[in-house]
Each structure stands twice: as C-alpha cells, then as structure tokens.
C-alpha cells in the first residue's frame, strides 16, 4: 500500500485539470475572447442608446449602468467554463457510469469537486482580470466608487461565487436522485440570470421584484457586489448585505454536505 | 473454506454476500400513475444472493456468468461503491464500504469501456493527476510507467487528448491508469469487450504479469472464454445472483458440457416417414446415457447426457457404439467441448433450475437504484 505523500501539489493538480483543457484547445479559447468582445460591444451600445435621452433612471446614472452590465459580462465568465465538451460534468460521470471512479479514489469526492470548482473559477477569474483592466483602461467603465467600495465589492463577489458555487453543486447533486438535471439547470441559470441583475440590474425592475428577489440567494452572486463597486448600495451597508450572502454561504453548504452523504450512498450506474 | 478472520489482509474474502434492491413499480394507465404517486408499491429484487468465495494473492478468479447475473453488482460491492444487504466482505483487510477511502488505496479496477481519464487531456496527464490523487513517489511512478509502457506500449499514444484515442488504445492507458498505484487487488469488469484480437492478447499478457511476477489478486469478469481459458486458474460461476459453481476450468467441462461430443450424419434415406429421425430425433428414441445437443437435417448432435457429479454418464466407445447400433450412419467424428459450449449449457440448465418469482415487497431502501 502507497502511504500518501503530502509533498505531491494534489490540489493544485486537480484545480488544473479543466484550465489545462481548455489551454490545450486554443479555437475554445478564441471562442471566449470573441463571445466576450461581442457581448461587451452590444451591452455598451445597448446602454448608452437606453440613456441617450436621460442622464439618470432608478438611481444609476449612464456610467453607472455601463459599468454595471459590462461587469456583468465580465463576472458571468467566472462559471462560465462549459464542462459538457470534456464530457465532464456531474450528469455526464452518472450517464456514462464512470462517476465510480470518484468513489474509487483515496480522495473525497466532495473534495475533488471543490478543488475542481476552485481551479474553473479561478481560471474564469484570469479572464476576468484581463477584460477588466482591458474596459478599465480604454474607458468603457469606470473605477470603483471608491476604495472602501471596492474591497466591499472583493469581499461580496467571493461570498457571490461560494453562493453560486453552492447553488450548482446542489444542482450537480440532484442527479445522484433523478439522472438528469437538464431542467433544474435550465431553470436555476434563468432564475440566476434574471434575479441576479446579469439581465439588467436589479434597480430598474419594480419595488415587489427587488423585495422577493432580496429574500433569494441570486442576488448576492452580482447584484450585491457590483451595486457596492458602482456606489448604488452604500458603503454603509456593506456589512448587513455581506453577513446576508454568509448566511445563504451557510445555509446552502449545511444542505450540500447533507446531499452529499446520502448521494453517496446510492451511486448508480446506468447499464450496470 | 477459510474463514474471514484467517484470510484477513491477504486478498479477498467474501461471506454470504446478499445485495437486495427496492424498486418503485409503477401502475399501468393514468389512473395507475396517480395511485403510484400516492401510494407507492415497492418490490424488493435479490440481485446477489449468499455469495462466498476466496481470491488470494497472486491468484486470478474469473466471474463468470450470463447478464444480468450479478456479476457487477458483486464487484460494485467488493469495491465498497455498493453496501451489501448481508454478508461479509474484505478486500485486503478491509471492509470496503466501511473504509472506502483506506480501501482505495488497495484497490485497482477498470469497469468495461468506462474510462476513469480525462477526456480533454492527454493520458500522460491523467497518469500524473492520478499520482497526485494516490500520492505516489515521482520516483516510484516513474518506474511503475515505464514497466506499464513495456507491457502495453503506451508512450506510443499517450500523449494524444483521450478523446482522439482508439479504444484499444483507451483501455490499455485505462488499465496503466488503474495500476499505477501498485493495488493489491485488481477489480476488471470486461476490461477487453470490444477490442480486437492483437490489443487483448496484450491486456492478458499484462495481467499475467500482475498476477505472477507482482503476486496482485484479481477478480475478473469477461464472456470472452478464451480469455478465461488463457488467464483463469479458477472460476466461479454466477446466474441468478447465485453461485452455481466454484472451481477449475476441467471441472466446469465436466459438469456442464461433458468433456466430447459425437457429431453424426445419417443416410438421407433415413429420411422417411417411419424414421424416427424425419422429424426430429424424439428423446424416447435417444440412446441411453445420451442427449441430442442440435439436429441440422441429416447432422445430429450428441453430447453425454447430465449426470450428477463430474462423471459422464456414458463412456466414448459406449456412446459411439450406441449411436451406430441405432441411426443409418453415413459419417460419425468426435469432438472435444470448448469452453463456450460448455457455459452455454451451464447458463441454461442453471437459469432452468434457480429462476425464482420475484417480487416481495420490502421496505424503502435503495429505491430507485439501477440493477446490474
């Protein structure tokens, strides 16, 4: 028996695994700089057409709301890493029965998952940071409203990303009952979209809209941070929103590590 | 037999090993549906049922038997990705499905054309991933590569993303990928299904290697019979969940095909309404001792007819002379059962005698699991 060796970057490695497909697909690459270039192009024109006869709406004047939506471009690019071609999601591993092999290894499933969401999220946040100062510089958005505003922002997009992270994970774990997962996914990505202000931002839909969708985990995933990076939420009440995300972090963990102790229990293989 | 507690930490012993799943049925027509919904009617289905045999170290144990028999299930047990309902299991000292993670590290296996690598990266990398996973020593794994290569000719292809390779190709990184750690126990559920003849003479020369020169138990299931007859010290025999025979290959021609057969063509003549061969050969006029495997027109079949035991019921020279004495021969030649007729015959007498009416109703446990 082969006693583990702490010294080997386990982590590391498998963080890796889906960065290193995709660096080893260059027209994948392509697609994404060109599918982002796009996307910012049209929510810039989009926006500066929607406030050509106004110079505020809900709130957000037109350097607000340019910055806001082209953030939302950006930060969507984070989980925006499609698994599916690499026949290497959840679904897939339990259709093609080689979801075995994560029971069959000296590693916790639920780890690997973490340390392969960790390695996608933080290969989507280099995107990120390249788009980022790419607007920043060329003056499609602006800077943080300020510099309190702008570790506001840090510390509510990474409480954004556990919530998403949990949010699909549970989604993952569905399969384990139900094979499939195509709806839920279908339908949390909508929801998401929508409640999150990836759509629009949340500030120009009606009051009952932004009182339901408060009471939702969408929001904390880009509405939060990037209401505390343009200034519409007050530095002020940062605190009160970043415990709120911690709170949908816990909540939705303690649920996920419920799941997965049971989905464990009942791996099953189609076709035997 | 050894008991568990003797053969402890050598290979893998298994106990009256019982797995029973619950299923939902569901109710045929709208209506049906709805009371399904309100009221589900659970069956409970014995997928393996009081299996016990032993695989030592330095031994390969084919598992054999028809689909459907239990055969995964039993592996998805000994692996630990499946609780058994009854019965005992250890898999080098432990039990697997209460130490899944320290059993990991004892444990290779390969499931059919299910590919544990990565398909968007070369095999190589899924190699280094995986000695990450297990903590193997760079040094150490470098060693066990470069004896895998020389066995399977892996540096060929092993720098192509997984997607591009053949399945040959596939399943020998596969099986380098499950041996990597150096496990002493090997779990091979149809490892060679689908590749062609050149790739599985390669993949036995391998495992003879594992079994022999490395001393791993192995536990492999497989229809291929050659397979079995090139690799297989001992098999066992599985249909219906249960075991119907736990022995050599001799014992299992014995038992189930007799160790010959005749093959005899009668006169077209004979063909005639008061022959007893123009229809078909009845069984009142089969010769003692004898029973009629086929019958194409003129060519009959016969092999010795089953017998309790491992001994014939006819001798060779009894049977040929019963045959003559009885049909218009024009030609007559004897041949030696292969192995595949032989498991035939074992599939079908077995399947005849150990069918059993299922469902019973149970409680909910596992509803829902997909049955091997």
């Not at chain 1, 471009?73 to 679904?91: Q, S």
């Not at chain 2, 797995?19 to 709805?34: D, L, Q």
């Amino acid at each position: 028996m082969i006693e583990p060796n702490p010294r080997q970057p386990l982590a590391l490695r498998a963080a890796w695994i889906t960065p290193l497909g995709e660096l080893l697909a260059p027209p994948r690459i392509a697609a994404t700089a060109i599918r982002m270039v796009i996307q910012i192009f049209l929510v810039v024109y989009l926006w500066h057409g929607l406030y050509s006869h106004t110079s505020t709406n809900s709130g957000l004047d037109r350097g607000q709301a340019v910055t806001f939506a082209v953030l939302a471009v950006l930060i969507t690019r984070i989980r925006g890493l499609d698994r599916f071609a690499g026949r290497d999601t959840v679904f897939q591993h339990l259709a093609y029965g080689t979801i075995v092999y994560w029971f069959l290894r000296p590693l916790a499933p639920r780890r690997y998952y973490v340390l392969r969401a960790l390695g996608d999220q933080a290969y989507g946040f280099a995107w990120v940071v390249v788009g980022y100062a790419a607007c920043l510089a060329s003056g499609v958005i602006e800077p943080p409203a300020s510099g309190t505003a702008a570790a506001a922002c840090a510390a509510s997009l990474l409480l954004g990303q556990a919530v998403l992270y949990e949010l699909t994970l549970l989604t993952d774990l569905m399969c384990f009952w139900t094979m499939h997962n195509d709806s839920a996914v279908q339908m949390i990505q909508f929801a998401q979209n929508l409640l999150s202000g990836a759509y629009a931002p949340l500030w120009y839909f009606p009051a009952w809209f932004i009182t339901m969708s408060s009471f939702l985990p969408f929001q904390s995933t880009l509405n939060t941070p990037l209401s505390l990076y343009i200034g519409r939420i007050p530095v002020r009440q940062a605190p009160g929103d970043l415990l709120f995300q911690t709170a949908w972090v816990v909540a939705l963990a303690l649920i996920s590590r419920l799941l997965w102790g049971r989905a464990s229990r009942r791996v099953a293989v189609q076709g035997g | 037999m050894r008991s568990a507690d003797e053969a402890h930490g050598e290979g893998i012993v298994v106990r009256g090993l019982t797995k029973v799943f619950y299923t939902t049925v569901r109710r045929p027509g709208f209506a049906g549906a709805v009371r399904s919904l309100i009221a589900p009617q659970r069956a409970a289905k014995t997928v393996v049922r009081d299996v016990s045999f032993d695989v030592a170290r330095g031994e390969l144990l084919a598992l054999l038997g028809p689909n459907g028999a239990g055969k995964s299930t039993t592996i998805k047990m000994l692996t630990g990705i499946l609780t058994p309902t009854r019965g005992a299991v250890m898999v080098a000292g432990m039990n697997p499905h209460l130490d899944r993670k320290r059993n990991a590290r004892n444990i290779g296996a390969v499931f059919g054309q299910r590919t544990q690598l990565w398909w968007d990266l070369p095999a190589k990398e899924s190699f280094t991933i995986l000695r990450s996973i297990y903590g193997v020593p760079a040094e150490r794994h470098r060693a066990r590569l470069a004896e895998l290569d020389r066995l399977l000719e892996l540096s060929e292809f092993w720098q192509t993303r997984v997607r591009h390779l053949s399945l040959g190709q596939r399943v020998r990184c596969d099986l380098a990928a499950a041996l990597l750690h150096d496990p002493a126990i090997v779990f091979l559920d149809e490892p060679t299904i689908g590749m062609d003849v050149v790739v599985k003479e390669q993949v036995r020369g391998l495992l003879r290697h594992e079994v022999e020169q490395r001393g791993r138990a192995v536990l492999l299931t497989t229809h291929d019979m050659t397979e079995v007859e090139r690799l297989a010290e001992r098999v066992v025999l599985i249909n219906h969940g249960r075991i119907v025979l736990d022995g050599t290959l001799e014992e299992v021609r014995r038992e189930f095909g007799g160790t010959w057969r005749i093959r005899a063509t009668i006169a077209d003549s004979a063909l005639s309404a008061s022959s007893p061969s123009s229809q078909a050969v009845r069984a009142r006029d089969l010769p003692s001792g004898l029973e009629l495997l086929s019958q194409d027109r003129t060519e009959l079949v016969f092999a010795p007819a089953a017998a309790t035991g491992y001994t014939p019921a006819i001798t060779v020279p009894e049977a040929l002379r019963a045959v003559v004495d009885r049909y218009p021969i024009v030609g007559i030649s004897i041949e030696e059962t292969d192995l595949e007729d032989a498991m035939r015959a074992a599939y079908l007498r077995q399947g005849v005698a150990t069918a059993e009416p299922e469902p019973e109703t149970g409680p909910g446990q596992d509803a829902g699991q997909v049955v091997s």
